[in-house]
């Protein structure tokens, strides 16, 4: 089958399984987990999400089933499309340390965290990468598009050619086609035609699924100190993995859990924050952590691994086949804020109106080294706040624990002035 | 699925307004004046005005609506006509003020107050032009998209055709135009309009094409019907193309100046907009104006025929909002 890679000149896939290394993501699970269950007064309801990184439940499940699964990469893979095809999407985004060494035997060692952990779980194995018969890889950033080539070596990689603009008119048609693109790899490889009907129930269950996001969102508005955001950010990455109906019967007990919970007032947050910049994944929660300790509370979160994924859903015009995936090529570009496009003003749109919904006392820049991506958005970002009378915290980090003190020096300043 | 509740009244309204137009008449039975619409004398090759014979003070339902309110809807219809029979009309004969203007008062009222919500809602060829589109998404058929060049190329002819049929409506009045010419370009408009072929069709009114006639220029008779099947093929497109004809339809390039300042407004909060691009998606005049806009609060634009499907599917809450007179009627 046609592939995005050439293999003409290769390399044999390096594999350095170890017990050890998975141990150390298992016990950074349960720790994380631990810490998150000892808050006072946590809703019952999000123990089940927790679940997903605590237990390989749901590894054992996909390992059982006999429905492909295909490991996607970022915003940009529509889930819709797959779960027609009974294809189910994983989303391999990493945020566990451990395996960046491992990764760093092939990948050079200036790379983004994010993407040498994301290998380093092909080079350790025993995870969800492992499950997956193909890897779908939207070419955001230039370590994401190189990355299709490493893994490559390991499993079958499909490109989506992402645009650098989201100009509507020029990219739109193009999109388009690259998601026709992947319809017809998928009809390959399946061996079966896109069903009309399956095509609209699935896109009909992510409606769903986003419009129990969009009430989860409306409440923690209203009461933005009922659930802490290292357990939302959590509820949200269980969806990396979780069988859809599933997340949702889930999310929909959430509901419920927190419409009781708030019949009692809940303790008012003392100073609310805004985390925005590059993605914090789990079990890297390190700087939550952080800014919890320091009493104060992040309230709500602009990334591409929290609000992002599940805030949008797709409203196609006509529910003919093609009408349906034009409204996923929409759903799967334009609404993004990756600062792989050429704008930043989106971002910043989004971010003001949600500084704004929240009533925030400062934003948090999550910046992840050696992203320059975020890294040159970060300064009209800084700028527009800073006009706005907002202030804006800086954080420059990796996954590693080495700079926790430095940066709670630094969190600490911050909240004296915001004080 | 999400409940698209503008798009259902709108569906109510056009019906409703689809039957009043062309059945409403018989439905109703009001008793309209039988329309003469050949007003000239053939025989003794002069022009002779019938159709201000009398005034229309007192006949409100004989008078001129801004939609397509076919005169070929005939003796079933309820009004005399649209708004382009009305300005090629009054520009040909140029009646004294008196006797056009309760017509024109009227329909710069309506006009002012609506605006291209006659399009979206009221007009009975854009709604069967809707129900051609809403068959063939029933079969599953995808949908041809105008590329940027051929919408650019429609909205340009969409002014042309405007400014050549009113200006040929005024030119035959002139006593030295001979009347070869002037009998075939009489009512050009209508002659073709796409209407002319699908009203009929619908309300049995007996229509005639004539491609001879004693006195005319043969070669202009021929040109207006070769106007007419392309138009009217291009109104058929419809089905695989949103809107194809509204694209280009002379009335509603005329209601598209009043589209801003008129009573209805759309605005946009900018800051709620996610530019999910679901608005561009789905707008049938396949504009970006909504979309794109990101700093003003009015949206409002030309080709905008108010249907306000762009307000049903938004995902944001408020982000759209349609204001009558600064009342919000309709909110995302």
Known sequence: ??????????????????????????????????????????????????????????????????????????????????????????????????????????????????????????????????????????????????????????????????????????????????????????????????????????????????????????????????????????????????????????????????????????????????????????????????????????????????????????????????????????????????????????????????????????????DLRLCQLFDMERDLVSRVLKERKMPMLTLHTDYGQEDVEQLKTRVEAFLEIIR | MVWHKITWSRRVVQVLSFLFLFYGATLLNLKPQEIKWYSLDGKNQKMAELLYANPTWTQPFQTFLPGRSCRFAGTTGTFRGCLMYFLSDTLTWRPPWKVILPSLALLLGLMVLLARFWCGWLCPIGFLSEMLNEARRFTGLARIKFPAWWLATLKAAGYALTAALLFSAWAISWSFVAWSVKKPLYLATCQICPSKLITPLLTGFPVMINLQFPGASTALLVTLFVLLVMFTLLYFSSAVMKRSWCKLCPGGVILSFFNRGSFLTKEKDALRCTKCAICADACPMETLAVYEEKSRVIVDHTQCIQCYRCVDLCPEKKCLTVKFLGLPIFKS
Not at chain 1, 102 to 128: H, M, N, Q, T, W
Not at chain 1, 148 to 166: F, I, R
């Open chain 1, 1 to 366: 089958m046609h592939t995005d890679f050439e293999k003409r000149y290769a390399r044999t896939p390096v594999r350095r399984p170890s017990e050890k290394i998975l141990n150390g993501m298992r016990d950074a699970s349960r720790d994380l987990a631990r810490r998150l269950q000892q808050r006072p007064g946590r809703l019952p309801g999000l123990s089940v999400f927790e679940t997903m990184f605590t237990t390989e439940q749901r590894l054992a499940e996909l390992r059982a089933s006999d429905r492909r699964v295909a490991g996607t990469y970022c915003y940009f893979v529509p889930e819709e499309l797959l779960r027609a095809f009974d294809v189910t999407p994983v989303r391999l985004c990493s945020g566990f340390t451990e395996t960046i060494a491992p990764s760093e035997e092939v990948l050079p060692r200036d790379i983004c965290p994010l993407v040498k952990s994301s290998f380093g779980s092909a080079v350790v194995g025993g995870g969800y990468l492992d499950e997956c018969d193909v890897i779908i890889l939207p070419t955001s950033c230039d370590a994401k598009t190189k990355l299709g080539e490493y893994l490559a070596d390991y499993k079958p990689v499909w490109l989506l050619n992402l645009p650098s603009t989201k100009d509507y008119a020029i990219v739109k048609p193009f999109w388009v086609q690259e998601i026709k693109r992947l319809k017809t790899k998928l009809e390959n490889w399946t061996g079966r035609k896109l069903d009309r009907k399956k095509l609209k129930d699935a896109i009909g269950l992510f409606q769903k699924r986003s419009k129990v996001y969009r009430e989860l969102y409306e409440l923690r508005r209203a009461h933005p100190g009922v659930i802490s955001h290292q357990d939302w950010l959590m509820a949200i990455q269980a969806s990396f993995y979780a069988d859809v109906p599933t997340w949702i019967a889930q999310a929909e007990n959430l509901v419920q859990e927190i419409r009781k919970a708030v019949v009692r007032p809940v303790p008012d947050l003392k100073v609310k924050l805004l985390l925005t910049g590059a993605p914090v994944i789990w079990p890297n929660y390190k700087i939550l952590n952080i800014i919890d300790e320091l009493g104060a509370a992040v309230v709500a979160d602009e990334m591409c691994s929290g609000h992002q994924r599940l805030w949008d859903y797709a409203e196609p015009d006509e529910w003919t086949t093609d009408g349906m995936l034009e409204a996923l090529a929409s759903r799967y570009l334009f609404p993004a804020t990756c600062p792989c496009f050429t704008g930043t003003c989106d971002r910043v749109d989004k971010l003001l109106k949600m500084a704004e919904d929240f009533n925030v006392d400062g934003v948090i820049y999550h």
